[in-house]
């Protein structure tokens, strides 16, 4: 497993060793080891979850502040979408900045996103299935959204030719300067 930083250091890209030939491909998606030998980071995922969006749907920008804040390890096995993550760490030199990537299920990348961040993503192709791990389980009391369309935030979110298809939820969600951030 390769592990390549981004911009904001904490979140890491993580592409792994696959084993292909004629009869297809095989590689290790998760373990333990590995991660932690790539990332230096070693946590417990508690958590798996499956959404699958079509074209042009935009989910996020999501989080959970503590004390059940979480980590993800999100990765698209059908698909492509442009993945994002926003430092809502107030006491960072990176707040309120964000990264992104292309996962798809070609390039089978992974992307680490530590608690403190706010997580969204937009699908690129028809149908994009994305699955993440997280370091805690969902706890509706500590659910949080950030605007996906924050002009403070200006995410660079790809022209697909069409609107962002996004819930009432992402729509009416604060802007960075109305949300709850970590400290």
Sequence with gaps: ?????????????????????????????????AF?????VDVEFVQDNESRSRRGVLRGLHYQLPP????????????????VAVDL????????????????????RQLWIPPGFA???????????????TTDYYAPQCDRSLRYDDPTLAIAWPDLGI?????????????LAEAEGFD
């Design 1 to 33: 497993m390769r592990a390549t930083a981004l911009e904001i250091p904490e979140v890491i890209l993580l592409e792994p060793r696959v084993h292909g030939d004629a009869r297809g491909y095989f590689f290790e998606v998760y373990t333990r080891r």
């Design 36 to 40: 932690f030998a790539a990332t230096g």
């Design 68 to 83: 059940h804040a979480q980590g993800k390890l999100v990765r698209c096995a059908e698909g492509a979408v442009f993945d």
């Design 89 to 108: 760490r107030r006491s960072s030199p990176s707040f309120g900045r964000w990264v992104a990537a292309e996962l798809s299920d070609e390039n089978k």
């Design 119 to 133: 997580h969204g993503f937009l699908a690129l192709s028809q149908y994009a299935r994305l699955l993440y791990k």
């Design 163 to 175: 609107e962002p298809i996004v819930s009432d939820k992402d729509r009416a969600a604060p802007l």
